[in-house]
C-alpha cells in the first residue's frame, strides 16, 4: 500500500519520508516559491575546476595550458522575493597554472592554495521538468582571494624538480626554494555561474553549477621579483613567474537545506502556548484554577 507524501509530512513524519521520488505533479507551485517564505537556503559545495594562467602579451615564449584542481565550501543564500537572490559562499580551492616554456623546452607546474569568498546578485527563473519543479539560476559578482600557500613542479627532458615559494618577502639561501618578492597575496576576481536546483526531500536541494572565474589581479606587481635558489639548469622564468592571472571553470554540486520563516515562526508560537497551559506558575494566575484550589482546601479541612 502507497502512503501519501502529503498525509504523512503534517503529522510530524521524518522530513526523509517526504524525500526523493515524492510525486510533484500535484504540487501548483514550487515547493521553494515566495508563498512558502523559504528565503534562506544554506549548505556545502564541492567540486572540480579547471584552470590556467594568463600571461602579459610580451610573454610569447611561455605556453598555458589547462590543469585540474578542486574545491570546497560552506554557501548560503537570500531570497529577496520571487526572483532576486543574494549569493555567498566562502571556502578554499586548490588551483594549477601549468605552463610551457618553449625556448627552454620544459614544463612549469604552480599548485596554488586559495581562500575564497565569493559574493553573487543571482536572476532565479522556475521551471518544470517532468512533473518536478525547478529553479535556475544565473549570477554574477565579484571574488575575493587570499594566497595562503603555494609550490611547483619544474619537468625538463632528462629530469623533474619539485620546489617550494616563500611568501612572506623575506629571502635565504636554502636550495629546492623560490623566493618572491612583492607578491600580492590578495586577489580580485569576477566571477559568472548558472546553476539548477531540484528538490530532493521536503526541505532539502541538489544545486548543480558551473562558475567561470576572471581573475583581475596577477600574482605580482610589475616590480616584483623572485629570488631563485636551483640547480642552474632549472628556472621558473624569472620575474614572469608572477605576471600571469588566473583563469578557471569550476564544475559543483551543493547539498542545500531550505528554512522555512513561516512554519518556524508557526511553531514557535504553538509551543509557546502549550508550555504556558502546562506551566503551574502560569496557571497560579489563573482565576479558574485558584478557585478549584480553594474548593479542594476547604473540602479537606472538613
Given at each position: 500500500?502507497?502512503?501519501?507524501?502529503?498525509?504523512?509530512?503534517?503529522?510530524?513524519?521524518?522530513?526523509?519520508?517526504?524525500?526523493?521520488?515524492?510525486?510533484?505533479?500535484?504540487?501548483?507551485?514550487?515547493?521553494?516559491?515566495?508563498?512558502?517564505?523559504?528565503?534562506?537556503?544554506?549548505?556545502?559545495?564541492?567540486?572540480?575546476?579547471?584552470?590556467?594562467?594568463?600571461?602579459?602579451?610580451?610573454?610569447?615564449?611561455?605556453?598555458?595550458r589547462?590543469?585540474?584542481?578542486?574545491?570546497?565550501?560552506?554557501?548560503?543564500?537570500?531570497?529577496?522575493?520571487r526572483?532576486?537572490?543574494?549569493?555567498?559562499?566562502?571556502?578554499?580551492?586548490?588551483?594549477?597554472?601549468?605552463?610551457?616554456?618553449?625556448?627552454?623546452?620544459?614544463?612549469?607546474?604552480?599548485?596554488?592554495?586559495?581562500?575564497?569568498?565569493?559574493?553573487?546578485?543571482?536572476?532565479?527563473?522556475?521551471?518544470?521538468?517532468?512533473?518536478?519543479?525547478?529553479?535556475?539560476y544565473?549570477?554574477?559578482?565579484?571574488?575575493?582571494?587570499?594566497?595562503?600557500?603555494?609550490?611547483?613542479?619544474?619537468?625538463?627532458?632528462?629530469?623533474?624538480?619539485?620546489?617550494?615559494?616563500?611568501?612572506?618577502?623575506?629571502?635565504?639561501?636554502?636550495?629546492?626554494?623560490?623566493?618572491?618578492?612583492?607578491?600580492?597575496?590578495?586577489?580580485?576576481?569576477?566571477?559568472?555561474?548558472?546553476g539548477?536546483?531540484?528538490?530532493?526531500?521536503?526541505?532539502?536541494?541538489?544545486?548543480?553549477?558551473?562558475?567561470?572565474?576572471?581573475?583581475?589581479?596577477?600574482?605580482?606587481?610589475?616590480g616584483?621579483?623572485?629570488?631563485?635558489?636551483?640547480?642552474?639548469?632549472?628556472?621558473?622564468?624569472?620575474?614572469?613567474?608572477?605576471?600571469?592571472?588566473?583563469?578557471?571553470?569550476?564544475?559543483?554540486?551543493?547539498?542545500?537545506?531550505?528554512?522555512?520563516?513561516?512554519?518556524?515562526?508557526?511553531?514557535?508560537?504553538?509551543?509557546e502556548k502549550?508550555?504556558?497551559?502546562?506551566?503551574?506558575?502560569k496557571?497560579?494566575?489563573?482565576?479558574?484554577?485558584?478557585?478549584?484550589?480553594?474548593?479542594?482546601?476547604?473540602?479537606?479541612?472538613?
Amino acid at each position: 500500500m502507497r502512503l501519501s507524501n502529503n498525509f504523512l509530512c503534517p503529522f510530524g513524519i521524518i522530513t526523509s519520508l517526504c524525500a526523493v521520488g515524492q510525486d510533484f505533479s500535484e504540487v501548483k507551485e514550487s515547493p521553494y516559491t515566495a508563498s512558502t517564505y523559504e528565503r534562506l537556503h544554506f549548505g556545502l559545495r564541492a567540486g572540480v575546476n579547471f584552470s590556467t594562467g594568463q600571461f602579459e602579451s610580451s610573454q610569447e615564449d611561455l605556453r598555458s595550458r589547462w590543469s585540474v584542481g578542486w574545491m570546497a565550501a560552506g554557501m548560503a543564500t537570500y531570497r529577496f522575493n520571487r526572483h532576486f537572490v543574494l549569493r555567498s559562499d566562502l571556502g578554499y580551492s586548490r588551483r594549477e597554472s601549468w605552463f610551457r616554456n618553449d625556448s627552454a623546452n620544459y614544463d612549469n607546474r604552480l599548485k596554488l592554495d586559495f581562500a575564497e569568498l565569493a559574493l553573487l546578485a543571482q536572476r532565479r527563473f522556475e521551471a518544470v521538468i517532468g512533473d518536478m519543479h525547478t529553479d535556475i539560476y544565473l549570477g554574477a559578482g565579484p571574488t575575493l582571494s587570499y594566497l595562503l600557500g603555494s609550490s611547483g613542479t619544474i619537468e625538463g627532458p632528462s629530469a623533474s624538480m619539485d620546489y617550494g615559494i616563500v611568501l612572506n618577502g623575506l629571502t635565504d639561501t636554502s636550495l629546492h626554494a623560490v623566493y618572491a618578492v612583492g607578491a600580492n597575496r590578495w586577489l580580485l576576481g569576477i566571477d559568472l555561474g548558472a546553476g539548477i536546483m531540484m528538490p530532493v526531500a521536503h526541505t532539502q536541494r541538489i544545486l548543480l553549477e558551473v562558475r567561470a572565474s576572471f581573475g583581475l589581479t596577477p600574482l605580482g606587481n610589475p616590480g616584483s621579483d623572485i629570488q631563485v635558489n636551483l640547480p642552474p639548469y632549472f628556472s621558473p622564468d624569472g620575474s614572469n613567474f608572477l605576471q600571469q592571472r588566473i583563469q578557471s571553470v569550476t564544475f559543483s554540486a551543493s547539498y542545500v537545506f531550505a528554512h522555512n520563516i513561516l512554519k518556524s515562526k508557526l511553531g514557535r508560537s504553538t509551543k509557546e502556548k502549550d508550555v504556558k497551559k502546562r506551566d503551574p506558575r502560569k496557571q497560579k494566575k489563573d482565576k479558574t484554577y485558584l478557585d478549584t484550589r480553594i474548593k479542594y482546601r476547604s473540602k479537606s479541612k472538613k
